[in-house]
T-cell receptor, first 112, second 113 residues
Framework: DQQVKQNSPSLSVQEGRISILNCDYT??????FLWYKKYPAEGPTFLIS?????DKNEDGRFTVFLNKSAKHLSLHIVPSQPGDSAVYFC???????????FGGGTRLMVKP | EPEVTQTPSHQVTQMGQEVILRCVPI?????FYWYRQILGQKVEFLVS????????KSEIFDDQFSVERPDGSNFTLKIRSTKLEDSAMYFC???????????FGSGTRLTVV
């Protein structure tokens, strides 16, 4: 049951350009969506989140957009930097729940 | 910055053996979790623990798995009789009450041979 999906396993972007990572979900009852960044041999690190009652949240170079009607969210990184190269996971959670439901991840490579 | 600490970083065990993965959550956190990631697959929820009992568990978390918080600081995951398919990266996480406070450890890579 893939409630959260990331359809692009990898993305390559030139330094300084925009990176757009996409995520789709099927359960309209999710209350929050989160993006995590993961380097090899490390655990996922929280990056940015958005409540289901909002359509945009911005934090520095990172912006998350939520389109509830399409059950789609995206993470924009502008400008992209080589240090952003990592695997990015989209995750969703119910407000009253415990568990995070993760997408499969997208490997971002930012070329200098 | 407070961290979730996991030991060991890598564990190799024979099939059928018991293994205990250890975690020290952040001290003022109230909720504790285990997740796993089989190589090439997504991160999957195993179990959550609150107020000294399991609050939620997934289908993966069968009778071979157990969790314990033996001394108020450690949080352990025990696999009683390991199978080859238990080979994965196991992540411990903890959080305060809010959804944004989830912090993951660096993981233990379990290899069952």
């Amino acid at each position: 049951d893939q409630q959260v999906k990331q359809n692009s396993p990898s993305l390559s972007v030139q330094e300084g350009r925009i990176s757009i990572l996409n995520c789709d979900y099927t359960n309209s009852m999710f209350d929050y969506f989160l993006w995590y960044k993961k380097y090899p041999a490390e655990g996922p690190t929280f990056l940015i989140s958005i409540s289901s009652i909002k359509d945009k949240n911005e934090d520095g170079r990172f912006t998350v957009f939520l389109n509830k009607s399409a059950k789609h969210l995206s993470l924009h990184i502008v400008p992209s930097q080589p240090g952003d190269s990592a695997v990015y996971f989209c995750a969703a959670i119910f407000d009253a729940g415990n568990m995070l439901t993760f997408g499969g991840g997208t490997r971002l490579m930012v070329k200098p | 910055e407070p961290e979730v600490t996991q030991t060991p970083s890598h564990q190799v065990t024979q099939m059928g053996q018991e293994v205990i993965l250890r975690c020290v959550p952040i001290s003022n956190h109230l909720y504790f979790y285990w997740y796993r990631q089989i190589l090439g697959q997504k991160v999957e929820f195993l179990v959550s623990f609150y107020n000294n009992e399991i609050s939620e568990k997934s289908e993966i978390f069968d009778d071979q798995f157990s969790v314990e918080r033996p001394d108020g600081s450690n949080f352990t995951l025990k696999i009683r009789s390991t199978k080859l398919e238990d080979s994965a990266m196991y992540f411990c996480a903890s959080r305060t009450g809010g959804v944004y406070g989830y912090t993951f450890g660096s993981g233990t890579r379990l290899t069952v041979v």
